[in-house]
């Protein structure tokens, strides 16, 4: 089992820059969830995903960032303009079903210059 | 809302010591409770959880039992290893809602050979 797998896994950028983040969840699992960790803010929920459709974005912070999910397989977190303070670490989990376990990424670790 | 409150870190142990880490939570409802653990570069991994009060989530060593009467969920092992250092998070989830984990702040658990 290759579990979730996110790249890049380090992301050094400036500011302005826009900055896609990947995600392949396990094979099978339903649901995805994109969490961002910060030493101010510890772990958040930012989107969840179920069957590739949206279903909480109340998390997400900005019109800054977005969110994808075209199939089962795949799935992207992206930042356009991206600004210093979204330097974090940004975890992709995904769920067998909706309220299952969540398997977490290694996660990506972002840093706006 | 929901929240999680955990005994903030670092935890600096030695090898065989007994470990507690307390973790208090606010819900409406009933919540399901959980444990993470998180080693050094990786993504969360569950370590155990339980889903109603009195139940007891065991495994690797670890122990919590669900409180209800304390709102509590500490964390207990009786002889940890070097192998246990890592940073731990108490969570919650509840209700219809139950993809959404609320997570504590993490603590940061360090054990010396």
């Known amino acids: 089992d290759a579990g979730v797998i996110q790249s890049p896994r380090h992301e050094v950028t400036e500011m302005g820059q826009e900055v896609t983040l990947r995600c392949k969840p396990i094979?099978?699992?339903?649901?995805l969830f994109w969490y961002r960790q910060t030493m101010m803010r510890g772990l958040e929920l930012l989107i969840y995903?179920?069957?590739?459709?949206?279903?909480?974005d109340s998390g997400m912070p900005e019109d800054r960032f977005s969110a994808k999910m075209p199939n089962a397989s795949f799935s992207t977190l992206k930042i356009q303009p991206s600004e210093p303070r979204d330097s974090a670490v940004y975890f992709c989990a995904s769920s067998e079903t909706s309220g299952g376990e969540q398997f977490f990424g290694p996660g990506t670790r972002l840093t706006v210059l | 809302g929901d929240s999680v409150t955990q005994m903030e870190g670092p935890v600096t142990l030695s090898e065989e010591a007994f470990l507690t880490i307390n973790c208090t939570y606010t819900?409406?409802?009933?919540?399901?409770l959980f444990w993470y653990v998180q080693y050094p570069g990786e993504g969360l991994q569950l370590l155990l959880k339980a889903t109603k009060a009195d139940d007891k989530g065991s495994n690797k060593g670890f122990e919590a039992t669900y409180r209800k009467e304390t709102t509590s969920f500490h964390l207990e092992k009786g002889s940890v290893q070097v192998s246990d250092s890592a940073v731990y998070f108490c969570?919650?989830?509840?209700?219809?809602?139950?993809?959404?984990?609320?997570f504590g702040a993490g603590t940061t658990v360090t054990v010396r050979a």
């Open positions: 969570a919650l989830s509840e209700g219809l809602n139950d993809y959404k984990l609320s």
């Open positions: 094979s099978g699992h339903n649901s």
């Open positions: 995903f179920n069957n590739n459709v949206p279903i909480d």
């Open positions: 819900a409406t409802g009933y919540p399901s």
